[in-house]
């Protein structure tokens, strides 16, 4: 049963560093089994077209519990957040977010089902927030 660690950001001048830190904070550990990333890579890309997520997938077997900082470092994209972690939870993978704790069927799923339509919404947001500044940079 390995602890692992799922970090993204968007942007190659970002660094997980805060991220990965926090977690650790949050569980009172000083380091994961395993851990994957993607940098780099928008929200909005589907989580199985992440590299460093589709290794994750790869590793991960029954028992095993994913740590991730937030729901949108999984994605910005509603339908596929909560496909992932349907597929993880039926898969037996325990599924841990800071400041969820625990994610299970039902309940779990709910929650999820609100926040991951909340991330969305924040990637639209950041869509047309970054439209604007571009439309206005051109002129």
Do not use: P
Request: glycine residues 8%; without cysteine; aromatic residues 6%.
């Amino acid at each position: 049963m390995s602890k692992v660690a799922y970090f993204r950001v968007s942007t190659t001048d970002q660094s997980i560093a805060s991220q990965r830190d926090a977690l650790l904070k949050s569980l009172g550990i000083s380091e994961f089994d395993k851990e994957f990333s993607d940098v780099g890579i928008s929200g909005a890309t589907l989580a199985t077209h992440r590299k460093g997520f589709s290794e994750m997938i790869a590793y991960l077997r029954k028992g095993d519990t994913l740590n991730v900082y937030s729901i949108d470092r999984l994605g910005r994209d509603a339908i596929d957040i909560q496909l992932v972690i349907r597929d993880l939870l039926q898969a037996g993978v325990n599924v841990h977010v800071v400041g969820l704790g625990l994610l299970t069927q039902g309940v779990g799923e709910i929650v999820t089902a609100v926040l991951a339509q909340i991330a969305q919404l924040e990637r639209t947001k950041i869509k047309e927030r970054s439209d604007a500044g571009r439309a206005i940079a051109r002129k």
